[in-house]
Nanobody, 124 residues
Framework: QVQLAESGGGLVQAGGSLRLSCAAS????????VGWFRQAPGKEREFVAV????????YYAGSVKGRFTISRDNAKNTVYLQMNSPKPEDTAVYYC?????????????????WGQGTQVTVSS
């Protein structure tokens, strides 16, 4: 079993910045990718970003590309999502997810474990 714990959510003004963290624990057998997803009220959970084991392959959703940055510290089993210039439409519960292997999955059903989520609210 793998446990994921998100932190860093909260209220931020549009144009500000916020950094989310995702700490993995348990049977985190390398290699594994970590993705970030988000779900706004009344909407489907959508892909935000993913980073592979080495950090050499990264993919972003078009809506956040150029504003959000995903990174990881494998020594700490932690992945980060730096949110710069957030917009009110970025308001959602943000989830991190774990996928075993070398790939960079973007579909929800490709992930094996999920965190509980952290709320991000962007005020205008």
């Amino acid at each position: 079993q793998v446990q994921l714990a998100e932190s860093g959510g909260g209220l931020v003004q549009a144009g500000g910045s916020l950094r989310l963290s995702c700490a993995a624990s348990g049977r985190t057998l390398s290699p594994y990718a970590v993705g970030w997803f988000r779900q706004a009220p009344g909407k489907e959970r959508e892909f935000v970003a993913v980073i592979n084991w080495s950090g050499g392959s990264i993919y972003y959703a078009g809506s956040v590309k150029g504003r959000f940055t995903i990174s990881r510290d494998n020594a700490k089993n932690t992945v980060y999502l730096q949110m710069n210039s957030p917009k009110p439409e970025d308001t959602a519960v943000y989830y991190c997810a774990y996928a075993a292997g070398y790939g960079i999955p973007r579909a929800r059903d490709e992930y094996d474990y999920w965190g509980q989520g952290t709320q991000v609210t962007v005020s205008s």
